[in-house]
């Protein structure tokens, strides 16, 4: 039996995921939550479960902090992320942050019971084609785009500013103070080069880091 425990804000992406699952024999849901304190405090609680299926964007921790608090609290807990967001934004960064899989929303019906099976019973990350992509990108450090040359944090900054968020927004949301967000803008400015928060936005559209 495979035990699964959901991360995720929203109840009906909750029963969406479970309502797959069911179906599925030797996979059973032993939990689940809507935000990173809850989650870690059900992890805390209960047995380890093989398998965490997170929403990579929860209300307070979320993303790849998150990960990598998880990771160090349960080494060997394989986590697959859920995501709204395409491949080209988050998926690289989750893996290094120890993730074994990212998969898109849009995808779960028809592949997320394969990447459930992939990762737990035969111990190998799952890599979708869209994923594969932009490994292949990485390797190749004449095709790399800007913002690969960002920290995590920085990464973060920049999508929220590209969303439209403030500053004090985005403070809120990452558990920074507005001084430190300031100061991630900057090194942002310095880094890919960009003047204004128009800057950045564009530049975000045209590589796909923003749902339109």
């Not at 870690?40 to 997170?54: G, V």
């Not at 990108?137 to 785009?145: A, E, G, K």
């Not at 004090?168 to 558990?175: F, M, N």
């Not at 936005?201 to 749902?211: C, M, P």
Request: glycine fraction near 6%; proline fraction near 4%.
């Amino acid at each position: 039996m495979i035990n699964v425990v959901i991360a995720d804000d929203h109840p009906l992406m909750r029963e969406g995921i479970k309502k797959v699952l069911h179906k599925e024999l030797g996979i059973k849901v032993i939990g689940e939550s809507s935000n990173g304190k809850e989650l870690l405090n059900i992890l805390e609680s209960t047995p380890p479960p093989d398998l965490l299926i997170l929403d990579i964007s929860m209300p307070g921790k979320s993303g790849i902090d998150l990960i990598k608090d998880i990771k160090n609290l349960y080494p060997h807990l394989s986590i697959l992320i859920l995501s709204i967001h395409p491949a080209e934004r988050f998926a690289i960064r989750v893996l290094k942050a120890g993730a074994e899989g990212y998969l898109c929303k849009s995808s779960i019906s028809d592949k997320l019971v394969k990447a459930i099976k992939r990762i737990v019973q035969e111990n190998r990350r799952y890599i979708s084609d869209e994923v594969a992509e932009q490994m292949v990108l990485q390797i190749d450090q004449s095709d790399q785009p800007l913002h690969e040359g960002l920290s995590d944090r920085e990464f973060e900054v920049l999508c929220k500013i590209a969303e439209g968020k403030s500053v004090a927004e985005i403070a809120g949301e990452l558990s920074l103070s507005t001084h430190t967000v300031h100061t991630y803008r900057s090194r942002i400015k310095n880094k890919m080069n960009l003047d204004t928060n128009v800057d950045m936005t564009r530049y975000a559209i045209r590589n796909n880091l923003v749902n339109r």
